[in-house]
């Protein structure tokens, strides 16, 4: 299979006007490659010859948790506090504008620009958060998450009296756009994608009560988890919570992998030398400069009585 491409360099901006004397003769011409690409995806490993696996628990504060205590950093790339704001400003500005003139038309094009320009951002930092983790072990196991039943509206309480009581409707609007603006559907089709070119197995787990579950005791209670602490109520087993997910999800894969096993040699065997060297050198800085082989004490002064004779140079009109 061969894909051929065929584009033209354009003139840039000031900036690309700086750029090298071969860069800037070859912007007027076009460039033809020819790239060979198989039609066949490689084969996929079994779970049985696999040496590694990796949980992923996904998140708000952290975009992604890892097993072997990684993180990938949530960028907010529509929620944060600059892009947000502008967003709103651009979207008044728009929907201000007279009905059926050239202004309103303006207006709604530069903000499905800036929409636009923020989806590609959120599509490069989600494919390179797939690849990270992909590369990470030969097994991946995502959570299997009900992402539309996450993101629905709060459900309204009746008071009895034909009213309705507070049910935190405004907080959950809030994290339903978080939510939306991580992307986690669009980041476990990227890992599977990458996965399944790597010929690598994706196993999705179950997250019902893995960020409540005491590793140590198997102790499931909401109270265990506070935010990004975890402390069991029972053991009193303390961790991160994000990691401690993670690695829960990794477990529930069901993969068992043989201890690592250490190989000690006897101490009479000629490969091991018993014999200790212990040597105390203190290489002079600073004031101290010229004293080598001093042990010198942090209030003892009496040592290190010599003066620096570095010359030391001041720069200036004077100088």
Same mark, same amino acid.
């Given at each position: @299979?061969q894909?051929?491409?065929?584009?033209?360099?354009?003139p840039?901006?000031?900036?690309?006007?700086?750029?090298?004397?071969?860069?800037?003769?070859?912007r007027?011409?076009?460039?033809? @490659?020819?790239?060979?690409?198989?039609?066949?995806?490689? +084969?996929?490993?079994?779970?049985?010859e696999?040496?590694s696996?990796?949980?992923i628990?996904?998140g708000v504060?952290?975009?992604?948790?890892?097993s072997?205590?990684s993180?990938? +950093?949530?960028i907010r790339?529509?929620?944060?506090?600059?892009?947000?704001?502008?967003?709103k400003?651009?979207? /008044?500005?728009?929907?201000?504008?007279?009905?059926?003139?050239?202004?309103k038309?303006k207006?709604?094009?530069?903000?499905? *620009?800036?929409?636009?320009?923020?989806?590609? %951002?959120?599509?490069?930092?989600?494919?390179?958060?797939?690849?990270?983790?992909? *590369?990470?072990?030969?097994?991946?196991?995502? +959570?299997?998450?009900?992402?539309?039943? @996450?993101?629905?509206r709060?459900?309204? *309480?009746?008071?009895?009296?034909?009213?309705?009581?507070?049910?935190g409707?405004?907080? *959950?609007?809030?994290l339903?756009k978080?939510i939306?603006?991580?992307?986690?559907?669009?980041?476990?089709?990227k890992?599977?994608?990458?996965?399944?070119?790597a010929?690598?197995?994706?196993? %999705?787990?179950?997250?019902?009560h893995?960020?409540?579950?005491?590793?140590?005791?198997?102790?499931?209670?909401k109270?265990?988890r506070?935010?990004e602490?975890?402390?069991?109520?029972?053991c009193?087993?303390? +961790?991160? !919570?994000?990691t401690? !997910?993670?690695?829960t999800?990794?477990a =529930?894969?069901?993969?068992?992998f043989p201890?690592?096993?250490k190989?000690?040699l006897?101490?009479d065997?000629?490969?091991?030398?018993?014999?200790?060297?212990?040597?105390?050198?203190?290489?002079? /800085?600073?004031?101290?400069?010229?004293?080598?082989?001093?042990q010198? $004490?942090?209030?003892?002064?009496?040592?290190?009585q $010599?003066?620096?004779? =570095?010359?030391?140079?001041?720069y200036g009109?004077?100088?």
């Amino acid at each position: @299979m061969q894909i051929r491409w065929n584009f033209k360099l354009k003139p840039g901006s000031r900036q690309r006007q700086k750029m090298s004397s071969w860069m800037v003769t070859l912007r007027k011409h076009r460039i033809s @490659m020819l790239v060979e690409v198989s039609d066949t995806l490689p +084969e996929m490993k079994p779970l049985i010859e696999a040496k590694s696996v990796v949980g992923i628990d996904v998140g708000v504060n952290k975009l992604v948790a890892l097993s072997d205590n990684s993180f990938v +950093e949530n960028i907010r790339v529509t929620t944060n506090t600059r892009t947000s704001r502008r967003l709103k400003m651009r979207q /008044r500005a728009a929907s201000r504008k007279l009905k059926g003139s050239n202004n309103k038309g303006k207006a709604y094009k530069r903000l499905a *620009k800036m929409h636009h320009q923020l989806t590609q %951002k959120r599509d490069g930092y989600n494919w390179q958060a797939a690849s990270k983790i992909v *590369k990470t072990a030969d097994v991946i196991a995502p +959570e299997d998450l009900n992402i539309k039943n @996450m993101v629905k509206r709060a459900k309204p *309480k009746h008071d009895g009296n034909g009213g309705y009581k507070r049910n935190g409707a405004s907080q *959950k609007t809030g994290l339903n756009k978080v939510i939306l603006d991580c992307g986690w559907g669009d980041l476990f089709a990227k890992i599977a994608w990458l996965a399944l070119k790597a010929g690598k197995p994706v196993v %999705k787990v179950p997250a019902k009560h893995s960020s409540q579950e005491c590793p140590k005791c198997g102790h499931i209670d909401k109270k265990n988890r506070d935010g990004e602490k975890f402390i069991c109520t029972n053991c009193q087993h303390t +961790e991160h !919570a994000d990691t401690k !997910a993670s690695r829960t999800i990794a477990a =529930r894969v069901g993969l068992v992998f043989p201890k690592k096993i250490k190989k000690t040699l006897p101490r009479d065997s000629g490969k091991v030398t018993p014999i200790r060297h212990q040597s105390v050198r203190v290489e002079g /800085r600073n004031h101290a400069y010229g004293v080598i082989g001093t042990q010198l $004490s942090l209030f003892d002064i009496a040592d290190y009585q $010599s003066s620096d004779k =570095r010359v030391s140079r001041k720069y200036g009109r004077k100088s």
